[in-house]
T-cell receptor, first 115, second 112 residues
Framework: DGGITQSPKYLFRKEGQNVTLSCEQN?????MYWYRQDPGQGLRLIYY???????QKGDIAEGYSVSREKKESFPLTVTSAQKNPTAFYLC??????????????FGEGSRLTVL | GESVGLHLPTLSVQEGDNSIINCAYS??????FIWYKQESGKGPQFIID?????DKRQGQRVTALLNKTVKHLSLQIAATQPGDSAVYFC???????????FGSGTRLQVQP
């Protein structure tokens, strides 16, 4: 079945460690996104990529990094520079061309807890 | 930039009643809006979208309304069911920004 797969679903990390969250889609979508969600709040955009080998910062990119080497994959690295990394991270993709802002298809999320 | 927000953090309704969830946005250049439903611990799911050239869009049991004059969105759910209990987000996008901006969400609680 087509969809977006995020892994791991739950992740614990010690302060000062980098961690990479995986996002893979087999929907053949060009654009992919990473959002962060904190309890009782909406989704905030971290990074997005409209096309392979290109990505743009969102509203809260500091302390995060991404890569887009393949159309199917958009991994997010939470670095030690991110001051408050404990959150629920959501990856999404959208069909259409590079400038599409249509319906986002979301993964099931990755919950990161920093101990 | 775009700012999208929701009016009430929580809405409680009786099963079978109609629900109305409201949302406001700040950027008059916003031209596309989506409503999402999010159940606990899961990713958001698409409910309905509406573009700025529309005032109303009808779904199966949901209706999206857009009032561009006051920059206000509504999601109406007819005959609300227990399975509708979730957090509902509105999200918007405008020209020059190719990513959705989300509001803070309204938690809908359906009482049996």
């Amino acid at each position: 079945d087509g969809g977006i797969t995020q892994s791991p679903k739950y992740l614990f990390r010690k302060e000062g460690q980098n961690v990479t969250l995986s996002c893979e889609q087999n929907l053949n979508h060009d654009a992919m996104y990473w959002y962060r969600q904190d309890p009782g709040q909406g989704l905030r955009l971290i990074y997005y990529s409209q096309i392979v080998n290109d990505f743009q910062k969102g509203d809260i990119a500091e302390g995060y990094s991404v890569s887009r080497e393949k159309k199917e994959s958009f991994p997010l690295t939470v670095t030690s520079a991110q001051k408050n990394p404990t959150a629920f991270y959501l990856c999404a993709s959208v069909p259409g061309g590079p400038m599409s802002t249509g319906e986002l298809f979301f993964g099931e999320g990755s919950r990161l807890t920093v101990l | 930039g775009e700012s999208v927000g929701l009016h009430l953090p929580t809405l409680s309704v009786q099963e079978g009643d109609n629900s109305i969830i409201n949302c406001a946005y700040s950027n008059s250049a916003s031209d596309y809006f989506i409503w999402y439903k999010q159940e606990s611990g899961k990713g958001p799911q698409f409910i309905i979208d509406i573009r700025s050239n529309m005032d109303k869009r009808q779904g199966q049991r949901v209706t999206a309304l857009l009032n561009k004059t006051v920059k206000h969105l509504s999601l109406q759910i007819a005959a609300t069911q227990p399975g509708d209990s979730a957090v509902y987000f509105c999200a918007g996008a405008g020209t020059g920004r190719r990513a959705l901006t989300f509001g803070s969400g309204t938690r809908l609680q359906v009482q049996p």
